[in-house]
DNA sequence: TGCCAGGCCCTCTTTAGGGCCTT
């Protein structure tokens, strides 16, 4: 089996931009050990400015559920213990990558871990999806969901669970024996048009 | 006041542009 820890992760945020000004609001994770969710993180977080109507709308995340949430540094300095020594995996991870570098910064800590992305192997796997959204992906592979979208921790379990299911379906139609993290990460970045010959090499190579 | 991303990926590409994804 996958015998490597990953937490999935998801943010939501004020919007798209830490460089700009936006911060997290939001962090859910959950932490995967041979392919099985066995932990859970949770929690708001006050970003000390308001959101907008259309963040409120989106999320579900009001100002005034914020302004009684734990502050960022309180919450990040949970979530650090939280992915302490896992490999991270987030669903357009470019985007989580960026918040989550950017508020550990704000409290003087670096990720050390390397990141993953869902999307960029879903794009491989699953090239006749309808669309690469988690939302679609989640229903073209007929996922076990909450119902609940554009939550962090939500986001994170859905997530989770289309990992869990790439990992099978590399397993089943390809005969892998392991899906290492590496190979994960090697396959986001093999051009479309490899991907084929990529998966038969590695599992020739593993045979 | 006004500003407002960035990485991937395709194509009628590479001296570029636009759609997809994330909030």
């Excluded at 041979?34 to 977080?45: A, E, K, P």
Aim: charged content about 25%.
């Amino acid at each position: 089996m996958g015998n490597y820890s990953v937490v999935v992760l998801d943010f939501e945020t004020t919007g798209l931009s830490p460089d700009g000004g936006d911060r997290a609001i939001e962090i859910g994770a959950v932490l995967l050990q041979d392919n099985r969710i066995v932990d859970r993180f949770q929690s708001l977080m006050n970003p000390e400015m308001r959101v907008n109507s259309f963040i409120s709308e989106y999320t579900g995340i009001t100002n005034a559920m914020l302004a009684s949430a734990p502050s960022t540094s309180e919450a990040m300095e949970k979530f650090a213990k939280f992915m302490a020594g896992h490999h991270l995996v987030a669903h357009n991870a470019s985007f989580d990558r960026r918040f989550l570098d950017a508020e550990l910064l704000r409290i003087n800590k670096r990720r050390q871990q390397d990141f993953a992305c869902s999307m960029l192997v879903a794009r491989r796997l699953y090239p006749d999806a309808p669309s690469h959204r988690l939302e679609t992906l989640v229903r073209y592979k007929n996922l076990v969901t909450s119902g609940v979208y554009h939550r962090a921790l939500a986001d994170a379990e859905m997530t989770a669970h289309l990992w869990i299911s790439m990992v099978i379906d590399l397993k089943e139609d390809f005969q892998f024996r392991q899906v290492p993290f590496a190979l994960m990460q090697q396959l986001a970045k093999v051009p479309k048009a490899a991907v084929p010959t990529f998966l038969r090499k590695v599992a020739a190579e593993q045979g």
